[in-house]
Structure formats: structure tokens, C-alpha cells
């Protein structure tokens, strides 16, 4: 099992940064793939950013050039960063990773509120 704890939301202007955290604990050792997740009231959950093991990152277009994704090993950490925000970015975020053998985990969400 792993559990993942985010932290971080919260309500901002425009134009703002947060950072959003997801610590993870328990057989963290069989991860593969960490990510982020969001969904907008009425839309469906999709993905925003993703890291792998090797260090790759990828992050949806929507959000490219405004988020990175990050990952503190020592800390068993993943990090979501958010700069420029937007309105359109208001959603309930979620830590996502995937675990060698076909599971995968999240955390419980996390909100987020970007007003103009």
C-alpha cells in the first residue's frame, strides 16, 4: 500500500504561484510513476503532470510554459508548480502514482481557486 497526503491548495488571484506537495508513504519503493491530476466542476478528471522514475517529465499542453512537476527523493515528495495562474485552473487537484504490478494510488484532493 501507499499513502499520499497533498498539501497546499488554497484561493489566489490570478497571476499567482502556489505549490502543490504530495508526501508519500509506505511501499514507495515500488513506484514507477508519480503525477498530478485535476477536475473542474462538471469536466472529467485529466492529467496535467507526470514524472517518472528516470527523471522525465511530461505536462499537458494546457498548462505548458505555466506548471513543472517535481520530485524530492529524500523527502518521498512530488511536487506540482503552478505559476501565472489562471481561473480555468480552478479544480480539485490530484496526487496520482503508479506502482509496478499494475497498482495505482490517490490521494484524496486538493482544492485549488483562482478568481480574476
Not at 499513502?3 to 514507477?32: I, N
Not at 485552473?89 to 496520482?96: F, G, I, M, P
Amino acid at each position: 500500500q501507499v499513502q499520499l497526503v497533498e498539501s497546499g491548495g488554497g484561493t489566489v488571484q490570478a497571476g499567482s504561484s502556489l505549490t502543490l506537495s504530495c508526501a508519500m508513504s509506505g511501499r514507495t519503493f515500488s513506484l514507477y510513476a508519480m503525477g498530478w491530476w485535476r477536475q473542474a466542476p462538471g469536466k472529467e478528471r485529466d492529467t496535467v503532470a507526470r514524472i517518472w522514475l528516470s527523471g522525465q517529465t511530461m505536462v499537458a499542453d494546457s498548462v505548458k510554459g505555466r506548471f513543472s512537476i517535481s520530485r524530492d527523493t529524500a523527502k518521498e515528495t512530488v511536487y506540482l508548480h503552478m505559476n501565472n495562474l489562471e481561473p480555468e485552473d480552478t479544480a480539485v487537484y490530484y496526487c496520482q502514482v503508479n506502482e509496478y504490478g499494475g497498482n495505482e494510488y490517490w490521494g484524496q484532493g486538493i482544492q485549488v481557486t483562482v478568481f480574476s
